[in-house]
């Protein structure tokens, strides 16, 4: 099975900073079609996960444009332009490329 | 607007089964590929299994695989999953979700 692999697994950042997640996969993402199928998703405390990209960097509508995806093969960023108080929660990256789908083990987002 | 109503969960005892219903509106079911995700008390997002669009392909998680059932009814707008010789480390809220939506979850536990 593919691995997925988040750092940090906590990250406390101040109000209105940057914030970045890692994600790394332990085989290459590129599908036969050419496409690369990695989500992110946040799950706010007590309430169900919400996609935010899929595809690596296409944004779910709704979705801030201070969230931001990147990344290829098998590295993959996160990132946050400023952080608000709404984005607390867990972060997990997720692969749909190979089977079976996997996610990484989350990264939490707390406020410093 | 979009809606996924999970249900079914409840406590089992370990060995015996049970049947989750996913109830889907407010978006065109028989479009997309549905997947059931879990998360286990405290713990991060899991992979469960998913179907396609037409219902003709699935794929399951390796720890479920055997086991566990993935069916959907596109006249109906609803989503399965039959879970057999359920074990302890099956508790968990279980979603349903094309992965752009996600509904509320339903609760397993698996208890003697």
């Known amino acids: 099975d593919v691995v997925m692999t988040q750092s940090p697994l906590s990250l406390p950042v101040t109000l209105g900073q940057p914030a970045s997640i890692s994600c790394r996969s332990s085989q290459s993402l590129v599908y036969t079609d050419g496409n690369t199928y990695l989500n992110w998703f946040q799950q706010r405390p007590g309430q169900s996960p919400r996609r935010l990209f899929y595809k690596v960097s296409n944004r779910d509508s709704g979705v801030p444009d201070r969230f931001s995806g990147s990344g290829a093969g098998t590295d993959f960023t996160l990132k946050i332009s400023r952080v608000e108080a709404e984005d607390v929660g867990v972060y997990y990256c997720?692969?749909?490329?190979?089977?079976?789908?996997?996610f990484g083990q989350g990264t939490k987002l707390e406020i410093k | 607007q979009v809606q996924l109503v999970e249900s079914g969960g409840g406590v089992v005892q370990p060995g015996r089964s049970l049947r989750l219903s996913c109830a889907a509106s407010g978006f065109t079911f028989s479009t997309y590929a549905m997947h059931w995700v879990r998360q286990a008390p405290g713990k991060g997002l899991e992979w469960v299994a998913v179907?396609?669009?037409?219902?003709?392909?699935?794929y399951y998680a390796d720890s479920v695989k055997g086991r566990f059932i993935i069916s959907r009814d596109n006249s109906k707008n609803t989503l399965f999953l039959q879970m057999n010789s359920l074990r302890a480390e099956d508790t968990a809220v279980y979603y349903c979700?094309?992965?752009?939506?996600w509904g509320q979850g339903t609760l397993v536990t698996v208890s003697s």
């Open positions: 997720m692969q749909g490329t190979h089977w079976p789908y996997t």
């Open positions: 179907i396609s669009n037409d219902g003709s392909h699935n």
């Open positions: 979700a094309p992965l752009k939506y």
